[in-house]
């Protein structure tokens, strides 16, 4: 059976590892790595093996999504109200007043089952997150370094990587 996640005993479980894993990630870039594209879609594909998200969903409790304007137009038709009261039931805008995000966390369509209550039409960017295998890996460094204190996947991937990138022995997930 999958393991199940808090935040709480996630950051603590994680603590070493994150210690010794952030400054890898964040000059991953400064290391000359063969075929890192090709190692990306390999470990990425691993990662999704050993971890469910949704005995996880810590990303849906502690965190938010920012919403486009095609999702919103896309999740209140959904929901069958309109855009105007879509926003100001369930969106804010964020500090720099430049994206619309949840108003209220945990997210208020996640279930009690740790399902999305709108997976079909949620936001483009819970659909990507977190973008283990995003176009631009190396630019996304500083972004897996911050992730990997909320997402256990995102750890993951970096520990699979650092270990085949320094050949050390492969470790268990936390
Ligand atoms: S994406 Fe990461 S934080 Fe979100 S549910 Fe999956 S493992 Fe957890
Ligand atoms: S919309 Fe769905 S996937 Fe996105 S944060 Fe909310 S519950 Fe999670």
Request: charged letters at 25%; a positive charge; aromatic letters at 8%.
């Amino acid at each position: 059976m999958a393991k199940k996640y808090t935040l709480s005993a996630y950051k603590k479980e994680s603590r070493n590892k994150r210690k010794k894993l952030g400054p890898f990630i964040r000059n991953i870039h400064r290391r000359k790595i063969i075929n890192l594209s090709r190692l990306v879609i390999a470990t990425d594909a691993q990662v999704w093996q050993e971890i469910d998200c949704t005995q996880c969903a810590i990303c849906c409790k502690h965190m938010t999504p920012t919403f486009t304007q095609t999702d919103i137009r896309r999740i209140a038709k959904h929901l069958s109200i309109s855009v105007a009261e879509f926003k100001a039931t369930y969106l804010q805008k964020d500090h720099e007043e430049k994206d619309w995000i949840n108003l209220h966390i945990p997210c208020p369509f996640l279930d009690k089952n740790n399902l999305c209550g709108i997976y079909d039409v949620r936001p483009i960017d819970c659909r990507s997150f977190p973008h283990l295998r995003h176009r631009h890996w190396l630019l996304q460094r500083n972004v897996f370094d911050a992730n990997m204190s909320y997402c256990p996947a995102t750890l993951r991937m970096v520990e699979l990587i650092h270990q085949q990138v320094t050949n050390e022995p492969k470790g268990k997930k936390v």
